[in-house]
């Protein structure tokens, strides 16, 4: 008998999620910014590049192992750090918990709405992703709070530019679910029973704290209460992050690099790893897609680190033309948010399985042995395509 809950793409595991959750909540999991111009273009980027595959000789198996920042993963697909996972009580465990039984690692955001203890605890291939967010004491303390857990490196987050207009609406999102949110959500959420059925059973409601952000005998801040210490923030300089690379004392990836000149730099501080990047469309609209910039920042600095992408990864064999273009691996974001909405640790599997899946299916077509023996001349690439940002 078929398993009702499986779904065969991320596509069907958006629908799932869009029926199952809340419009608010469901909203605020797709964001982008202004137009939604680089949220759309780094979808539609990965079907402007093509393949040429073989008919014989084929390898009767394939293998996707790799690592990043040290860290040995089963396939090139890693768990990237995303914020207050309202969409199922269990949140980043059950994330965590998904992709330690798929093989691979994950980033935990710092505005996470699950203590790194519970996370690490189910999952020890863990990063903690910080924001340049606070005093460099305050800093210091979460990162040696991180690492106390037993994170195994650490990613920091550069390319959110606080834009917070989009032409299709904002959804609002409460400083924390009390009497008046109740009353606002009320109707979204009673027209969502299994969203609420979830959450009752859990014994507890959404509470929006961010406890990673937490200093020693404070309480947990609210996510607003840290976003506002966030945007007050003076910006980062590259002496600030060449800082924070000697304080944390291991791997270090720098995330949202989209220039070559800012990749470059990225080493001269002592960067471990740069995630190519655009907030997912989140930060400045117009940024360019992160595949279209992947290129020319591995051919400047591929071989002094490891470069993953970030952003627009929806199949396995977006993931194989990433890795042919050069990255080590790819972070996905709203593809297991979706999964997690759909079926909660079963649902982020039956995403990872898919993106597993159609990586072999391309390494199959491609006649490719192993991920490794990817390269550009795999992939079709138009002209007028790539964007050497900084070069």
């Known amino acids: 008998m078929p398993n009702k809950d499986w779904f065969e793409t991320v596509a069907e595991a958006q629908r799932r999620a869009k029926r199952r959750l809340p419009k608010s909540v469901y909203s605020a999991l797709m964001a982008g910014s202004e137009r939604g111009l680089s949220y759309e273009e780094n979808l539609a980027s990965f079907g402007q590049l093509g393949f040429a595959p073989t008919v014989a000789d084929k390898p009767a198996e394939r293998d996707q192992a790799t690592s990043v920042m040290g860290q040995p993963i089963s396939f090139p697909v890693v768990i990237s750090p995303t914020g207050v996972q309202a969409v199922h009580p269990d949140g ?10 798929r093989g691979t690692a994950m980033g935990l955001s710092s505005f996470a709405s699950k203590p790194i203890e519970e996370v690490i605890a189910a999952n020890p ?9 606070g005093s460099k004491d305050h800093m210091a303390a979460r990162m040696k709070h991180a690492r106390s857990a037993g994170a195994v490196g650490l990613i920091v987050t550069l390319d959110w530019s606080f834009s917070h207009g989009r032409d299709w609406g904002s959804p609002f999102i409460p400083e924390k679910i009390d ?9 979204e959420v009673a027209r969502k029973p299994k969203y609420l059925m979830e959450w009752l059973k859990s014994g507890h409601l959404p509470d929006l704290g961010v406890p990673n952000m937490i200093l020693p ?9 840290a976003y506002g210490e966030w945007m007050q923030t003076p910006p980062a300089t590259w002496e600030d992050l060449r800082w924070v690379v000697r304080e944390w004392d291991g791997p270090v990836m720098i995330k949202g690099i989209i220039r070559v000149d800012d990749a470059k730099r990225a080493v001269d501080v002592g960067a471990r790893g740069i995630s190519v990047s655009n907030h997912g469309g989140n930060n ?26 970030d952003g627009g990864v929806r199949r ?8 042919a273009l050069g990255a080590k691996a790819v972070l996905i974001g709203r593809a297991y948010l979706w999964g997690l909405a759909a079926n909660g640790q079963a649902g982020v599997e039956n995403v990872l399985d898919v993106l597993r899946g159609g990586i072999d299916s391309a390494l199959l077509g491609l006649g490719k042995a192993s991920i490794h023996e990817l390269g550009p001349d795999d992939v079709l690439i138009p002209d007028g395509f790539v964007r050497a940002l900084g070069a």
């Open 92 to 101: 980043e465990v059950a994330v965590a918990r998904a992709a330690a039984a």
């Open 179 to 187: 009497k008046e949110a109740v009353i606002a959500y009320g109707p």
């Open 125 to 133: 291939q863990t990063f903690f992703q910080i924001y340049w967010c």
């Open 217 to 225: 005998g404070d309480p947990v801040p609210t996510f607003f209460q």
């Open 284 to 309: 400045i609209d117009g940024t360019p897609a992160p595949i279209k910039a992947l290129r020319p920042i591995v051919e400047a600095v591929g071989s002094q680190l490891d470069v993953v992408l």
């Open 316 to 323: 396995g064999s977006d993931v194989v033309k990433a890795v």
